[in-house]
């Protein structure tokens, strides 16, 4: 199991960008696929990008491509997801998530493990 902590949610304006970090414990997250997830309210919960457990390959969703970067850092045990040029429909609480048996999966049930959740707020 790998414990995952997110942190550098806030508020920011429309068009500005944030850093997401999820900081990981244990020796498995470089046999983990990590992603990124969101949920606003009333929403269910959306796939926002993964990357697989080398960093060579990422899957984003349509909605933040070209805007979201998601990158990792094994010897740190850390994921990151770069956003910039943010809307206000990018207003969410976004969650890390890692999947020891999955490719980069938009399907929230196929990873094992999440964190907590960090508050992002865009304002227009």
């Known amino acids: 199991q790998v414990q995952l902590v997110e942190a550098g949610g806030g508020l920011v304006q429309a068009g500005g960008s944030l850093r997401l970090s999820c900081a990981a414990s244990?020796?498995?997250?470089?046999?983990?696929?990590m992603a990124w997830f969101r949920q606003a309210p009333g929403k269910e919960r959306e796939f926002v990008s993964a990357?697989?457990?080398?960093?060579?390959?990422?899957y984003t969703a349509d909605s933040v491509k070209g805007r979201f970067t998601i990158s990792r850092d094994n010897a740190k045990n850390t994921a990151y997801l770069q956003m910039n040029s943010l809307k206000p429909e990018d207003t969410g609480v976004y969650y890390c998530?890692?999947?020891?048996?999955?490719?980069?999966?938009?399907?929230?049930?196929?990873?094992?493990?999440w964190g907590q959740g960090t508050q992002v707020t865009v304002s227009s």
């Open positions: 990357i697989s457990r080398s960093g060579g390959g990422t």
């Open positions: 998530a890692a999947g020891r048996r999955v490719l980069l999966s938009p399907n929230p049930n196929a990873y094992d493990d």
């Open positions: 244990g020796r498995t997250f470089s046999s983990a696929v």
